[in-house]
């Protein structure tokens, strides 16, 4: 390889940042899905304790773990991770469903 090659190639890995960047963009969507997880929880109790329904928040965190799962059984190419993704999409079909029944009811 020449050297053209070899600086072609470094700038085409890092073209979305350097590994530093990547983690940090990493870690700071987990940190940022752990707030969201936990004031979901927060939201879920107190509508628990006025006697509603959380299916809404249930089939928020439903999906959004099943499309964390259906993504890595992608990327991946892993039926380990799809076959909990869909079922998790299932379940918050499922809730979704049940939020909207109870709305028209």
Known sequence: MNKDEILSKHKNENRFGDEREKTIR???DAFSLWG???L???FMG???WQ???PADLVSLFFCMS???FV???VQLRQKRCLIPGVVLLALAAWFFYEFCRALLA
Do not use: D
């Open 36 to 38: 969201v997880l936990g």
């Open 26 to 28: 990493t870690r700071r």
């Open 51 to 53: 006697g509603q329904s």
């Open 46 to 48: 107190l509508k628990i």
């Open 40 to 42: 979901g929880v927060v």
């Open 66 to 68: 099943g499309l964390a």
């Open 71 to 73: 993504y890595e059984g």
